[in-house]
């Protein structure tokens, strides 16, 4: 049980770090956005939690009127974070500014699949002061990587030509990796604290630094539960097994052995055993490893066809020290009272202390029943063991059982809505031509119909235009434009009051059992008669650091592009958490009924 639980726990790990090449195609914990100044990456290095700190800066190119990232990474981001994402490469890194290495993906996408390292394609990008740029570059090399973005990697040369340095907004981005990555919480903390973050700049760290501490308690208890289990197993046998041969080992005393070669004869017999015990177990342990847990995962829902279970060599060194200090602790009482009996002790020896009552006349059918009881009430010590022995080979299984079915597909992914099944309309890009709406009433009808479909919950999305006001989409574009864009607000005001529909939201509307799943996970509740009404909206917070007090019963309005004749009003009841699954690329989320009657047939 112990080997299973530490080679699952490696595989675990191990699965988690194959995830996030997978899905990111690169290996980090944390990363600061928003420009990182030469302080400020000092100050990060000089941190005794951090170990590796990478520099990225980033800026907007085209190739074949196509947009495509244009990266600079430095020597410890490329080798320690980006390297281990990336599935095959040819050719080497760019050393000089007409050098460029470009991702198998960015081929692909802008159709120049004929192109290999020797041959020169167009850059375009912008200098910082605006001056647009055609420059030609030669191909080092190319990459293929998890990340399957359309990027090109040049030098640092490149970005000081054209004006950026990694302290500029949007540009510079700095990652980092954990020395102590069970100190994360307090790493952060401190990191806040020193660098004096600008409101533009910003921490995150990867989801599995938050919650893997939690994972790691999790196995170390199961640990601790199972070598108590162990523990108490080992005392009960050995407890009765010396009960059994007490008048054994008093003969032994009576022949003439001395305490010291029946504490050696006992050790001697027990480290046989345990030894036999311990190796058995292993070999069960790899069997489980290998075959039960795979199959296990494949039950739960997991994929686990690519799954590599992780046998290490330390967990069976760790796994025999704890087995053999669990044996001796076990051992210790049992073997004590057998070397210390003497001969008359072990004659009168009696298993259990003898209680005499008064004799009662009994009838009934339930003897052995009562038999039964009055055993575990003579033995009490050895009941409670007993029992405890029970509940905790009980608590352990039940901990298993949920630490692997809280990772499986229905639950990590759709853990607020008991769903089975997300179907997305992937017409929906930033070309609105090509927009199709497959998801009308016939569609949704048919699915129905489907047997085995109990019920169907839609989530619609539509673009929205919000008028400017002088009270609430003022500040809220004010506080928009200092978070994340490039440009001062003050620069697009009167062209946003003018033209508003060149500035566009979005809004999502939810069905009653949506709203009640988003609504349980928000810190406050919001009114249900309200919101199903249309009258009261959610507002999704965008990382700006609002809180509720701040956008309570403000006022929105909006209408639909086209229909500017056909306006809505709405008041804000609270915030959507920015991580909450049910968010969308949204700013407002609805009630489909307080906006059914829209002719947006993308909604």
């Known amino acids: 049980m112990l080997f299973s639980v530490l080679q699952t726990g490696a595989t675990y790990m191990h699965m988690q770090y194959v995830w996030r090449l997978h899905s990111v195609g690169e290996l980090y914990d944390g990363i600061l956005m928003g420009g990182v100044t030469k302080e400020q990456e000092e100050t990060v290095k000089a941190d005794p939690g951090i170990e590796v700190v990478g520099i990225t800066e980033f800026m907007l190119g085209s190739l074949a009127g196509k947009n495509i990232s244009i990266i600079y990474e430095d020597e410890n981001y490329r080798e320690k974070m980006h390297q281990p994402g990336v599935i095959k490469q040819e050719g080497r890194y760019p050393e000089t500014s007409d050098e460029v290495m470009v991702t198998k993906t960015l081929l692909e996408k802008r159709k120049s699949e004929n192109l290999t390292i020797g041959d020169t394609l167009l850059l375009s990008y912008q200098k910082k002061d605006g001056t647009q740029v055609e420059k030609p570059m030669k191909i080092t090399g190319i990459i293929d990587d998890y990340e399957e973005t359309a990027n090109c990697f040049v030098t640092k040369e490149v970005f000081e030509q054209a004006g950026y340095s990694q302290a500029d907004y949007g540009c510079g981005i700095l990652y980092y990796q954990y020395r102590f990555w069970f100190a994360a919480d307090r790493i952060e903390n401190r990191l806040k604290e020193e660098l004096n973050l600008e409101r533009k700049q910003n921490i995150q760290t990867t989801w599995d630094c938050d919650k893997v501490r939690g994972i790691l308690l999790g196995m170390i208890g199961i640990i601790m539960l199972t070598c108590l289990s162990a523990y108490l197993l080992i005392y009960n046998i050995m407890y009765l097994s010396i009960e059994d041969n007490i008048r054994y080992y008093g003969l032994l005393r009576a022949v003439g052995m001395t305490e010291s070669q029946i504490h050696r ?23 489980t490893s290998y075959l039960v847990i795979p199959g296990t995962i494949r039950v739960l829902g997991l994929r686990s066809e690519k799954m590599v279970v992780t ?71 050895k009941t409670i063991l007993v029992i405890l022995s029970l509940s905790t080979s009980l608590t352990v299984f039940l901990c298993v059982i949920t630490l692997a079915g809280s990772q499986s597909k229905r639950t990590a992914e759709l853990q607020y809505m008991d769903a089975d099944m997300e179907l997305t309309n992937k017409s929906m890009v930033s070309d609105t031509s090509d927009w199709k709406q497959p998801f009308d009433d016939a569609f949704c009808d048919k699915l129905l119909k489907i047997d085995g479909v109990k019920e169907i919950h839609k989530i619609n999305y539509s673009t929205i235009v919000v008028p400017w006001e002088p009270d609430f989409s003022d500040q809220w574009m004010r506080d928009f434009y200092d978070q994340w864009m490039y440009i001062k607000y003050d620069d697009i005001r009167e062209e946003y009051q003018q ?30 008669k309200s919101f199903l009404a249309g009258e009261s909206c959610l507002l999704c917070q965008q990382y700006m650091g609002y809180t509720n007090a701040d956008v309570k019963n403000k006022k929105i309005s909006f209408y639909f592009p086209g229909q500017e004749t056909k306006k809505y009003s709405t008041s804000v009841a609270g915030l959507q958490k920015d991580d909450s699954p049910y968010r969308g690329p949204s700013e407002v989320s609805l009630s489909v009924a307080g906006i059914q009657e829209d002719d947006s047939p993308y909604l």
């Open 499 to 528: 033209n508003p529909e060149d500035f566009m939201a979005l809004v999502v509307g939810i069905d009653e059992k949506t709203f009640h799943y988003i609504n349980q996970q928000n810190e406050t509740a919001i009114d249900e």
């Open 311 to 381: 046998i290490k060599p330390e967990f069976l060194v760790l796994t025999i020290a704890i087995m053999a200090v669990t044996v001796y602790l076990a051992s210790r009482k049992p073997v004590r009272v057998a070397e210390r009996i003497s001969v008359m002790e072990a004659l009168g020896y009696q298993t259990s202390k003898v209680v005499y009552t008064r004799k009662k006349k009994r009838t009934g059918k339930n003897i052995i029943y009562r038999l039964a009881w009055q055993q575990l009430g003579r033995m009490k010590k």
């Open 265 to 287: 004869l006992l050790w001697q017999k027990q480290i046989i055993l345990s030894g036999i015990g311990i190796l058995v177990g292993i070999v069960l342990g790899f069997l």
